[in-house]
């Protein structure tokens, strides 16, 4: 199938009049008199029989006819249902309603599962808001469940007598405040990472208000202040400019209701409620008799493709719009977005839009309904296109939604006493701390074997790095004073060379083969692209990117996108198999399980729905007819994509003219098939998907050799799981379970011993009865677990009850809590995946980690303890997330490198990894020039300085220049290793100008001794641009050498400075290298 190319048009604008369908409906009897029965408030007005679907409608009804009658009012919906209340808050978008959603705290019978931090903090701004009376035209509409009402909550005077609201220009005395916020509970840290944290750095304050969404940084001057900014928790750099911003100074007491925030105007609209609720001002019941309010479509469910490839039911659509235009009905059609829209358009007459009965509406709806009596029809995506039926994620417009990127933290900032590191020129040891010499200098202390210590300055902190293996035993410590440690770096070396020497010949094979050029974007690719529910995040942008590319290339593509799980691979694959297809080529999807094959099955014809392109399921849970029905077409062509197991790579399987293969989590097919794809899929483009994140550093060094897209930014919208750790506790698993049923979800519980997993089945069925439960295993037959599995995934169970076998791969929406007993016995990169396989949906997902009593004071609390900051979503994973990190590194380079990097670390292996790449493609080594400067006016360090200025001849007055990071502008320690470790790494000045400007945000301006520092390593950048690697000023002469040989710039003689004062003389030599 081809498509033409054509410039994509924009579609006419939506706006409306008045809100859809409002008009109608509050004439029209039946709701009229339940909407003046709901304002006046004396008795419940029942709103019956109305379809779910509707639930919206009916709010922004009372929202506007409350409006209309007591300005100032708020409606207060209730609903049970966690998911429901999310699926209103986007709906009411339709009726320019923004709603206030009041998240739930976690219901336990003794308290011990309590709320995540960030639900807290959004129900304290929930609260604020609520302190405060609306304003507008429109009633305000506050979302929560029917428990929340009466739930403890802080009272509106506490809240308000404990705000303050700082504003630019403010005249504020930073110690009071620091003060006044300790007085009041603020725990005073070098460093805020938690809501309830202040920190102090000389004239900026960093501190993470209760209630607050990002934390905040204050910059005075004197009592002024003078900038407010938000910054990120992980990085700790400044992301937005405010101009005011509310602190709660004290953790407000919970002395009250959330019903004490209801004034007497506001009116309870209960929703979804088995019983009508009398205590409400409004009920609404899906059942009931009488006047017809809000019923679903008479059209159904179409499936996904229906509309385009099904003639009758497209015939029955446009009946049933011709019958409500002939009873002159208003129809409203709801498109998520403007390509959506336009691809209807297509499919459509010109003649559809313009006879004033049916309006194009831009906003989520997820299913339509119909509100007979008012002669209203609302339809949906569902109706359309058969898709999008399961809720869109409410976006949390309340919270900061900053994109983050997931990295590696190997950083020194993050070293702790006992660590391993890696020093390039000794080898591995341990860190014991940093110390004072004699002469007052500050030293790295690390401990090799037999108990040798080194001192290594802390300017030369960029020769360490923190040791990275790949888990399991812990590496020898290296003996000072032997060949050992030279002689594993000269192997390491070796086999790297030889490594990286085999991945370019392949490169090169493939290069030299002839591939097919897909054409550029068709209008049917703007369409599609822009019809997608959802903002690609800048990996997935970068990714799609490359992989176009690659496909309009001439050579055959071998591209491996890799990302975490959940960072949206699949949507790339899902473009790239769309445009090959548009293109008038076959595509083939290859995945290693049957579930995973109907997951990928649903979603790609939910997303390809309005194109008549055909996609067929491969594995053996198809009849034999289908197989036989789905191979033909293969062969044929009339099959477009398919999607299947390692059956698709079946001796039988014959494609008429296959443009693209992708392969999903290459690293679990076997040997024997990943030949078997080399054989079939030798010439066509292959796009391998893995799940498991790569470091960036090893993405950077393999970039030469290895088509690579990372996928570093999680999806928006997304919620960090709240994780908490017990001991073994009946009442807490009870909770949990039951927790997540009554929000209508699934569990996980892990139990990683098949001997006693039928015993933990028959305790579980004691506990919570009414769930049922399923159970799988590794001693299972495939065929059973995977019966199992699907059970689970189809939702036909509540609980999974399993070991780790279960794959994580796997997208379950629905499960939302991982329950793991004996948490004890994994690792933290293990725990880290297992946890991982919840909070797929957007919710708030649970996962709760069991310890038995005995261990939960001990050291195995301790260690599990540090997953509970794992817990932001790409960036905060720090160790956990780097030891994940680099088990992908060892499944991509294999067993034998494995061992190199187990043998000098991660960080150098990389860094040998690059050299060797740039050595076999260009012939020499591209890496920065290591600049010895030396200055015999300058001190780089703060001993070396008050020695000089302790002296009694002071040269005059002109005295000696400070050039290093003083403890009162960095106070801990491992802060300044860090810094001075990324001075040294250093390689261009818009890199430094960039490192300047983060140090500025974070620490404030810097004093004399660190802006020195700073011009001192623009001197050493300058000079290594120019090849050179000496820099030497004495007695006014400038002595540069370039690889052992001095320079002369004239004459034969060295320059001099003409400059007296020492800044001046650092600047000026800063200029002179630069006009080299």
């Given at each position: 199938?081809r498509v033409?190319?054509k410039?994509?048009h924009?579609?006419p604008?939506d706006?409306?009049d008045s809100l859809?369908g409002?008009?109608?409906?509050r004439?029209?009897p039946p709701f009229?008199?339940r909407?003046e029965?709901?304002?006046?408030?004396?008795?419940?007005a029942a709103f019956s029989?109305v379809?779910?679907?509707?639930l919206?409608?009916?709010?922004?009804?009372c929202?506007?006819?409350l409006?209309s009658?007591k300005p100032?009012?708020?409606v207060?919906?209730?609903h049970p249902?966690?998911?429901?209340?999310?699926?209103i808050?986007?709906?009411?978008?339709?009726?320019?309603?923004?709603?206030?959603?009041?998240p739930?705290l976690?219901?336990s019978?003794?308290?011990?599962?309590t709320?995540p931090?960030?639900?807290?903090a959004?129900?304290l701004d929930?609260?604020?808001?609520?302190c405060?009376?609306?304003?507008?035209k429109?009633s305000q509409?506050?979302i929560l469940?029917p428990?929340?009402?009466?739930?403890?909550s802080?009272?509106?005077?506490?809240?308000q007598?404990?705000a303050?609201?700082i504003?630019?220009?403010d005249?504020?005395?930073?110690?009071l405040?620091e003060?006044k916020l300790?007085e009041n509970g603020?725990e005073?840290v070098?460093?805020v990472?938690?809501h309830?944290?202040?920190?102090r750095?000389?004239?900026i304050?960093?501190?993470?208000?209760w209630h607050?969404a990002?934390?905040?940084r204050?910059e005075f001057f004197?009592?002024?202040v003078?900038?407010?900014?938000e910054f990120d928790i992980?990085?700790q750099v400044s992301?937005r400019r405010v101009?005011?911003?509310?602190?709660?100074?004290?953790e407000p007491?919970q002395?009250?209701?959330?019903?004490?925030f209801?004034?007497?105007?506001d009116r309870w609209?209960?929703a979804?409620d088995?019983?009508p609720n009398s205590a409400a001002h409004?009920y609404v019941?899906?059942?009931?008799?009488?006047?017809?309010?809000?019923?679903?479509?008479p059209?159904g469910t179409?499936d996904?493709g229906?509309?385009?490839?099904?003639?009758?039911?497209?015939?029955r659509f446009f009946q049933?719009i011709?019958?409500w235009?002939s009873d002159?009905w208003k129809?409203?059609?709801?498109?998520a977005?403007?390509?959506e829209?336009?691809r209807?358009?297509e499919l459509?007459?010109q003649?559809f839009f313009k006879?004033?009965?049916?309006?194009?509406l831009?906003?989520?709806l997820?299913?339509g309904?119909t509100?007979p009596?008012a002669?209203?029809?609302?339809l949906?995506s569902?109706?359309?296109f058969?898709?999008?039926?399961?809720?869109?994620?409410?976006k949390?417009?309340?919270?900061?939604?900053h994109q983050?990127?997931a990295r590696?933290?190997t950083?020194l900032?993050?070293?702790?006493?006992?660590d391993?590191?890696?020093?390039?020129?000794?080898g591995?040891?341990?860190?014991?701390?940093?110390?004072?010499?004699?002469?007052g200098?500050?030293?790295?202390h690390?401990?090799?074997?037999?108990g040798?210590?080194?001192s290594?300055?802390?300017?030369?902190?960029?020769?360490l790095?923190?040791?990275?293996?790949?888990g399991?035993?812990?590496p020898?410590?290296s003996?000072?004073?032997?060949?050992?440690?030279?002689?594993?770096k000269n192997?390491a070396?070796?086999?790297?060379?030889d490594y990286?020497?085999?991945?370019?010949?392949?490169q090169a094979e493939r290069?030299?083969q002839?591939g097919?050029?897909?054409?550029p974007d068709?209008?049917?690719?703007w369409e599609?692209?822009?019809s997608f529910?959802?903002?690609?995040?800048?990996?997935q942008?970068?990714?799609i990117?490359?992989?176009k590319?690659d496909m309009?290339?001439?050579?055959p593509?071998?591209?491996?996108?890799?990302g975490?799980?959940?960072?949206?691979?699949?949507e790339?694959?899902i473009r790239?198999a769309f445009?090959?297809?548009t293109?008038g080529k076959?595509?083939?999807?290859l995945?290693?399980?049957?579930v995973?094959?109907?997951?990928?099955?649903?979603?790609f014809?939910?997303r390809?729905s309005?194109?008549?392109i055909?996609?067929e399921?491969?594995?053996?849970?198809r009849?034999?007819?289908e197989?036989?029905?789905?191979?033909?077409g293969?062969?044929?062509g009339?099959?477009?994509l398919?999607?299947?197991t390692h059956?698709l790579?079946?001796?039988?399987?014959?494609?008429?003219?296959?443009?693209?293969a992708?392969?999903?989590?290459?690293?679990?097919?076997?040997?024997?098939?990943?030949?078997r794809f080399?054989e079939?899929?030798?010439?066509?483009?292959?796009?391998?998907?893995?799940?498991t994140?790569?470091p960036r550093t090893?993405?950077?060094?393999l970039?030469?050799?290895?088509?690579m897209s990372?996928i570093?930014t999680p999806?928006p919208?997304k919620v960090?799981i709240n994780t908490?750790?017990?001991?073994?506790?009946?009442g807490?698993?009870?909770d949990a379970?039951?927790?997540e049923l009554?929000?209508?979800?699934q569990?996980f519980?892990?139990?990683?011993?098949?001997?006693?997993?039928d015993?933990?089945q028959?305790?579980?069925?004691?506990?919570?009865p009414?769930?049922?439960?399923?159970?799988?295993h590794?001693q299972?037959?495939?065929?059973?677990?995977?019966?199992?599995?699907?059970?689970?995934?189809?939702?036909?169970a509540?609980?999974l009850?399993?070991t780790?076998?279960?794959?994580?791969g796997?997208?379950?929406p629905?499960?939302n809590?991982i329950?793991i007993?004996r948490?004890?016995?994994?690792g933290?990169?293990?725990?880290?995946?297992?946890?991982?396989r919840v909070?797929r949906?957007g919710g708030?997902a649970?996962?709760i980690?069991?310890?038995p009593?005995?261990?939960?004071q001990?050291?195995a609390?301790?260690r599990?303890?540090?997953i509970?900051?794992?817990?932001?979503?790409?960036?905060?994973?720090?160790?956990a997330m780097r030891?994940?990190?680099i088990r992908?590194a060892?499944n991509?380079l294999?067993?034998k490198?494995s061992?190199h990097i187990a043998?000098v670390?991660?960080?150098?292996y990389?860094q040998l990894?690059?050299?060797?790449?740039?050595r076999?493609?260009?012939g020499?080594?591209t890496?920065r020039v290591?600049v010895?400067?030396?200055?015999?006016?300058?001190?780089f360090?703060?001993a070396?300085y008050?020695?000089a200025t302790?002296?009694e001849n002071?040269?005059d007055?002109?005295?000696n220049?400070?050039?290093?990071?003083?403890?009162d502008?960095?106070p801990?320690?491992?802060?300044?290793?860090?810094?001075?470790?990324?001075?040294?790494?250093?390689?261009t000045?818009?890199?430094?100008?960039?490192?300047?400007?983060?140090?500025i945000?974070?620490?404030?301006?810097?004093?004399?001794?660190t802006?020195?520092?700073?011009t001192a390593t623009a001197?050493k950048l300058?000079?290594a641009a120019a090849s050179i690697t000496?820099?030497?000023i004495?007695e006014?002469r400038l002595m540069l050498?370039?690889?052992?040989?001095y320079?002369?710039l004239s004459?034969?003689?060295?320059?001099?400075?003409?400059?007296?004062?020492?800044?001046d003389?650092?600047?000026e030599t800063?200029?002179?290298l630069?006009?080299?």
């Open positions: 199938m033409s190319t410039t994509p924009t579609s604008g706006s409306l859809p409002i008009t109608e409906a004439t029209s009229s008199k909407l029965a709901f304002v006046r408030g004396q008795e419940p029989p379809d779910t679907a509707a919206s409608f009916i709010t922004s009804l929202s506007d006819a409006a009658n100032g009012a708020r207060w919906l209730t249902n966690p998911r429901v209340r999310d699926r808050a986007v709906e009411l978008d339709l009726w320019n309603i923004r709603p206030l959603v009041l739930d976690p219901e019978e003794d308290d011990q599962l709320a931090p960030e639900t807290i959004e129900r929930v609260m604020n808001t609520l405060s009376a609306p304003t507008g429109k509409v506050v469940s428990d929340s009402l009466d739930a403890a802080p009272s509106p005077i506490t809240l007598e404990s303050q609201m504003h630019l220009g005249d504020l005395d930073p110690d405040l003060k300790i603020y005073r070098t460093q990472h938690a309830g944290q202040v920190a750095r000389g004239g304050m960093d501190l993470f208000s607050a990002a934390p905040l204050m004197d009592t002024e003078e900038s407010l900014r992980d990085t992301v101009k005011q911003a509310e602190i709660t100074i004290a007491e002395t009250a209701t959330v019903r004490d209801m004034s007497k105007n609209l209960a979804g088995d019983e409004g019941n899906q059942d009931g008799v009488g006047d017809s309010i809000c019923l679903g479509t059209l179409f996904a229906d509309f385009i490839l099904n003639e009758a039911r497209r015939h049933q011709a019958d235009k002159q129809i409203f059609l709801t498109f977005n403007k390509g829209r336009e209807f358009e459509v007459d003649d006879s004033g009965a049916i309006t194009p831009s906003g989520d997820v299913q309904f509100a009596n002669g209203l029809a609302f949906s569902a109706e359309l058969g898709r999008y039926q399961t809720p869109q994620t409410r949390r417009a309340s919270r900061v939604d983050r990127r590696a933290q950083a900032e993050d070293i702790s006493k006992g391993l590191v890696v020093h390039t020129e000794y591995v040891g341990r860190f014991q701390g940093i110390e004072r010499d004699e002469d200098h500050e030293e790295i690390i401990r090799y074997r037999d040798a210590i080194l290594v300055p802390l300017d030369h902190s960029h020769l790095s923190k040791y990275v293996g790949l399991g035993k812990e020898d410590l003996r000072l004073g032997t060949g050992a440690w030279q002689k594993a192997s070396e070796k086999s790297i060379l990286a020497a085999k991945l370019l010949q392949m290069h030299t002839p097919y050029c897909h054409p068709s209008r049917w690719m599609f692209e822009n529910h959802h903002t690609i995040t800048p990996g942008r970068d990714s990117e490359d992989v590319a309009e290339s001439a050579k593509m071998d591209r491996l996108i890799c975490d799980v959940g960072f949206g691979k699949t790339v694959a790239a445009k090959a297809v293109g076959q595509a083939a999807v995945v290693p399980t049957t995973l094959a109907e997951q990928h099955w649903r979603t014809r939910e390809m309005d194109y008549p055909r996609i399921l491969l594995n053996r849970f009849k034999a007819s197989v036989k029905e789905t191979i033909k293969l062969a044929d009339s099959v477009d398919v999607i299947g059956r790579i079946s001796k039988d399987i014959k494609f008429k003219d296959l443009g693209i992708i392969v999903d989590e290459e690293q679990r097919f076997g040997v024997k098939h990943k030949e080399k079939m899929f030798r010439n066509i483009d292959v796009l391998t998907l893995s799940a994140p790569i090893l993405y950077l060094s970039m030469g050799a290895r088509d990372t570093d999806l919208g960090p908490s750790i017990h001991g073994y506790d009946k807490i698993i009870r379970i039951r927790r009554k929000r209508g979800g569990i519980f892990l139990h990683n011993r098949v001997k006693s997993i015993l933990v028959s305790a579980l069925k004691k506990l919570v009414e769930a049922s439960i399923v159970v799988g590794g299972m037959e495939k065929d059973e677990l995977e019966v199992v599995m699907r059970t689970f995934v189809q939702g036909k509540d609980i009850l399993a780790t076998i279960i794959e994580s796997i997208d379950i629905n499960a809590t329950i007993d948490a004890d016995r994994f933290l990169a293990d725990l880290y995946q297992l946890r991982g909070g949906a708030q649970y996962a980690l069991l310890l009593s005995d261990l939960i001990g050291d609390r301790k599990i303890n540090a509970q900051q794992y817990t932001a979503l790409g960036s905060g994973f720090k160790i030891d994940l990190e992908g060892g991509l294999g067993t490198q061992g043998a670390g991660f960080d150098l990389c990894l690059r050299q060797s790449i740039d076999l493609r260009d020499k080594i890496q290591d010895t400067f030396k200055a015999d006016f300058i001190c360090s703060e070396e008050l020695q302790s002296r002071k040269n007055g002109i005295g220049l400070p050039a290093y990071l003083p403890a502008y960095m801990e320690a491992r802060l300044r290793i860090s810094a001075y470790k990324e001075l040294a790494e250093l390689v000045q818009k890199e430094l100008k960039s490192l300047q400007t983060r140090w945000d974070r620490f404030g301006k810097p004093p004399e001794s802006a020195n520092l700073l001197v300058a000079a000496s820099v030497e004495r006014q050498t370039r690889n052992g040989e320079i002369f004459a034969k003689r060295f320059p001099r400075l003409k400059s007296i004062k020492p800044a003389k650092l600047s800063l200029e002179m630069r006009s080299i």
